[in-house]
């Protein structure tokens, strides 16, 4: 009997550091909705944040009671990014910061002003549109493995870069010398990765085989990418190496590396045409709140909606759907009723249910049986899904830790923990597996 021949195929996903100039944009925006909600809970804030050079911008509504200083939090936020410098990234001491927000429009706020006193059943969704929720047993916390891999090079090389900021802030203080002396003087040169800066941009292309129920069975990583901004004091050989064991040990935790397979890119500009990069974040490129969609979710599997959610309350569908999407979607994997899942819901502005509830296993489970399980154990009026996953909580949750490193697969967030499903026994057709640990 002839074997039957595998599929395969190359998938690849990336990801973005904290000083990314678009991921700077989200994290001043989530801020800014966390510093609202800190003053009124219940405030209904639409922020967006752009920057260039040493100049930030702020625009959007902000309905609330009491007063927020929105160039306080830009400016906080900013440095604790890690820029300092403008000749190199952004100054928060020095930065021009534009703010142009307001009241919610006078006749979208009509709408917002009910929901503000609505009860949890009628409070209804704050735009129309549609959102989508992912996940696959690939990895243990239901992530794609590729963009898994790439979130994960991005944490572990921002744990490296905190480490190395703080003994260089201890060095500092306790010389009384700038930085930039401290460099020159090669007094740095002890410190693991203090030639490392903010910002920074990774993808791993994974070689995945489809098995024939639709499930997806990632091989090994094919390439690791990963390119950051240094000091001008370091050459790639300096350098090369140590980027390359943070990046492998990614690779271990999920045991994607393989010796014939996989080939490490790192600063591949610099080392095969010696152009640096010491200049990045603001300084480098424009910034701005939601350009950075597929990396906040699920690295190109799965859909998305179009809809950024930083700069938003959880009033606002895009983001408080998607997250509980994403809960419904990880319960139905990490219970054992299907290998991958995707659900689709949408809406339209001022009504609490619904427009659609759609549900696509890939053929690893029953669709039709799938959907009741989900209409049965998820309600996604959005007064339910906020109090559910305590979205207007901000001892649970605030914002601003969603928004760099990805708002899915980091289990401090109450959508990454699966749902104990009510589910009646398995019928004729559907698939029964065992939960996932």
Known sequence: MASETKTTFLFASEAVARGHPDKCCDQVSDAIVDACRGVDPDARVAVETTVKG??????????????????????RT???????????????????????????EEEIGAIVDRQRTASKDEIGAG???LMFGYATNETPECMPMSHALAQGIQMALR???DCAQEQIRALVMKTGKKRHVLEAEGALDHIAFWWLRADAKSQVIVEYEKLPNGALKPLHAKRAVLS??????????????????VVKSVLDKYAMHSDEHTEYLINIKQKTSGANWTVGGPNADAGTTGRKIIVDTYGGHGAHGGGAFSGKDAT???????????????SLVASGLCDRALIQVSYVIGQAEPLNIHVDSYGTGDDAQLLRVVRENFDFRPGHMIEELHLFDTARVQYADTAYHGHFGRACFPWEQPKKLSVAPPTAGMPHRQPLE
């Open 228 to 245: 950051v901004q240094h000091s001008d004091r370091v050459a790639h050989c300096d350098y090369e190496q140590q980027l390359q064991v």
């Open 159 to 161: 744990a490296m870069y």
């Open 127 to 129: 735009d129309q549109g």
């Open 316 to 330: 606002k569908v895009d983001r408080s759907a998607a997250y509980y999407l994403r809960y419904a979607a990880k």
């Open 78 to 104: 900013v440095a604790q990014i890690g820029y300092s410098a403008e000749a190199i990234d952004m100054d928060p001491r020095t930065m021009t910061v534009t703010v142009a927000i307001r009241g919610q």
């Open 54 to 75: 040493n100049t930030l911008g702020l625009y959007g509504e902000v309905t609330m009671t009491g007063e927020v200083n929105y160039e306080q939090v830009a400016r």
